[in-house]
C-alpha cells in the first residue's frame, strides 16, 4: 500500500490516524482490512463518496434502506460490466483462432 492511497484515504475521510510523538501516522489494527475493502470497492466502480457511506454499516453490521438499495444499484452495474468483459473476453478468444488457423508453420 503507498503512503500516496493511505492520504487519500484520510483525505476523503475513509481512514482515520493517530500521530506519534515523532510525528509518524499509526492506524488502527482493522485498517488492513478497510484498506482491503476500499480497493475492493474501487475495483468495483464505487465512489470514496458511497464507500464512505458504507462505513457505518462495517462497524454495525447493519445496513439502511437506503444503503441496501444503492448495493443493489451497484451490483447490478458489476453485472453489466462483467457481460461486457465477458463478451469482450469471447471475441478475443475469436481474433486467437483465426489467427492461429492462418499462421503460417515455420519449417525447421
Given at each position: 500500500?503507498?503512503v500516496?492511497?493511505?492520504?487519500y484515504?484520510?483525505e476523503?475521510?475513509?481512514?482515520?490516524?493517530?500521530?506519534?510523538?515523532?510525528?509518524?501516522?499509526?492506524?488502527?489494527?482493522?485498517?488492513?482490512?478497510?484498506?482491503?475493502?476500499?480497493?475492493?470497492?474501487?475495483?468495483?466502480?464505487?465512489?470514496?463518496r458511497?464507500?464512505?457511506?458504507?462505513?457505518?454499516?462495517?462497524?454495525?453490521?447493519?445496513?439502511?434502506?437506503?444503503q441496501?438499495?444503492?448495493?443493489?444499484?451497484?451490483?447490478?452495474?458489476?453485472?453489466?460490466?462483467?457481460?461486457?468483459?465477458?463478451?469482450?473476453?469471447?471475441?478475443?478468444?475469436?481474433v486467437?483462432?483465426?489467427?492461429?488457423?492462418?499462421?503460417?508453420?515455420?519449417?525447421?
Amino acid at each position: 500500500m503507498s503512503v500516496r492511497a493511505l492520504r487519500y484515504y484520510e483525505e476523503k475521510g475513509l481512514l482515520a490516524s493517530e500521530r506519534t510523538s515523532g510525528g509518524q501516522r499509526e492506524y488502527r489494527e482493522d485498517a488492513v482490512g478497510q484498506v482491503v475493502f476500499f480497493q475492493q470497492m474501487y475495483a468495483a466502480g464505487l465512489s470514496s463518496r458511497r464507500i464512505a457511506d458504507l462505513l457505518p454499516c462495517m462497524d454495525t453490521g447493519m445496513t439502511t434502506e437506503e444503503q441496501r438499495e444503492m448495493l443493489v444499484n451497484e451490483r447490478a452495474r458489476l453485472d453489466e460490466r462483467v457481460g461486457a468483459l465477458q463478451t469482450a473476453r469471447d471475441r478475443l478468444d475469436d481474433v486467437i483462432a483465426a489467427a492461429s488457423r492462418t499462421a503460417v508453420a515455420v519449417v525447421a
